[in-house]
DNA sequence: TATGAATGAGCCTTCATTCAT
DNA sequence: CATGAATGAAGGCTCATTCAT
């Protein structure tokens, strides 16, 4: 038991590396079993594709930063509370683990569009939270979808700037003018 | 005469609407070909490589609509009309050329990391907007970087969502919000 | 076991023979590849370019022919032996291996410019024969670079002359007197 | 009039020199017309294939080649002048024009081969001397044939020598030595 | 007659996937 | 299960040749 599980944690760890260095269709199969070390056929054995592979990781990831997202917004009561706090997890995790967040936020239309319109994703949580709080009357915005694009947006690009090094330092440097940013455009 | 200048724009056109419907990497120098009504071999004689085609379609699109934010900033005397005039021009612009703007906004980090280091780009364009309105005192941000990062957030992720389906309509119509939020974020 | 080195001297075998049937830039990946029975693709496990497959077969044959030039002139004494042997050598095996003597001595310009300036060589062999002889007091010339082109013009023209069809029989024939021509050439 | 005769000169002129340096097959219809200064379809107006100008430009060379062998033979009484007149003629021709002997002798097989069985050649015109010299008893050989290949072999093989580097100056520097030598191999 | 853009078959090479060991 | 050689369909690019101007 378990074999299995690390053999894939291994590939997903070994691919996310890589889709994030070299992009999705720049990384090779070859690439992948020569990071870990492992036979190019051997890698069919997990998944029965290249594309099911980059499914499943663009899945599993996508649904856990929802549930982040959610874990952090349900550390605070107010929705400015859920959306400095937010902003400023994904600051961290941006520093603590850079690929993650890259795959996650700056590969999106490279995985998005392929995967099952109803995933979990980072979008919906933000924008259920956003919808609580409008019901609670705490926004000053109507629409929730807007509201949580923008809010990625804050997020995401901040971070590419670092990645292309326009900005630098950690993004953590600039989470308190960031989580001020959401809050203004958001909150009441 | 112009003849060289038509055909060249003709590939540009197509590979700009390519590009962006299937990617950069998946969209191949036949289809280009075909899209065109073209020989493949045809190609060759206006651009080098595929990669060369690549770089002039985003270095020249990119320099084009940074001389556009810096005009429509120029219509405008304050931080905040500035501001308010190119969000809404962006939400036009998508509204208008989607294909663009799409591949402006959304191909960056297919193909921003090639472009050379000083190249036009939005990015300083809005930066340097910001900066004079920092200079001037209007501003409530002080790092410009991080302000235009964060004003891009705000014109990519709602575009981003409507090409996504989980936001609907022209996005002009949430031109006035996104311009508030722009607004909100880096004035004083 | 030896698999590998199988596959790849078959791919040899079917290369020397086109090579010379057809010239190096006139024989395509796709032309090797039937010859053997082999997909394009898996050529390229074994080469990782035609030019490689290329320069290893013409280094790999002018050495072995180099040694074989080194062995036959050690089995005699005399440089005048040495010399008679060797030309008799030479056409017992363009009679013997037709393709491999052509591949040696007559694709020589299309082949030897890229080997590297040190590789064996048959011109070397026989220079250091003819050295040697010098050396002892047999030769009437004092060139052995020169001696050594001339031994080799007087093996490869008539070989040439057979190939073309202006000569006829195995080289073998006239291995006496194209003997005897070294010789007075060469001895004193 | 000579208009089109002056144009297929500088073509021949500048096709001779790319195909020396370069190989046949190397050589692009773009490269020949880059050189000459000329655009590419222009070439079509006076060869109707790449083919036919290589067909021609061998063969005029050849049949050049092969007159001024006669020439030089004409000039000398016995069979020993003739070959010593004709490998001295030889030496200076490599060192006046030495593309075009590399071209004659060097390239043989990539050219030879496509010519007319027929066509004069410099290895014909030495067998005819040859022959006439058995003739009159003035060989020590019986096979012409044989005798001229080896005879070209001696005139050849310096000079490739020299192109590649192995041996090192003006061939007329070897010229006495190279006579010398077709003497002691064909005379009696 | 000269031009050079256009053609399209074909070249070398890559790569996701299969399969015998 | 693992392996890695084999497959073959493309992919980017070249080049002899044609043709409208």
Redesign the pocket.
């Known amino acids: 038991m378990g ?2 599980h690390q ?1 894939k944690t291994k590939i997903k760890e070994a691919a996310l590396r890589l889709f994030v260095e070299q992009g999705v ?7 992948l079993a020569n990071a870990i070390g ?9 998944y ?4 099911e592979l980059t499914r499943e990781l663009s899945q599993e990831n996508y649904a856990a930063f929802a549930d982040r997202i959610r874990n952090t917004a349900g550390t605070q009561e107010s929705l400015r509370g859920k959306l400095r706090a937010i902003a400023k997890d994904a600051c961290r995790l941006f520093d603590t683990e850079p690929t993650l967040y890259r795959f996650l936020l700056l590969i999106q239309h490279e995985t998005l569009p392929r995967l099952p319109k109803g995933s979990a994703n980072p979008l919906a949580a933000v924008r259920s939270v956003i919808a609580e709080g409008i019901k609670q009357g705490e926004a000053k915005i109507t629409d929730p979808q807007l509201g949580a694009a923008m809010v990625l947006g804050l997020l995401i690009q901040p971070a590419l700037a670092l990645v292309h090094g326009s900005l630098s330092g950690p993004l953590s440097r600039y989470a308190d003018d960031i989580a001020s940013a959401c809050e203004r455009v958001i909150i009441r």
């Open positions: 074999a299995e053999t269709s720049e990384t090779t199969v070859r690439d492992m036979a190019e056929g051997t890698l069919y054995r997990h029965a594709t290249k594309e």
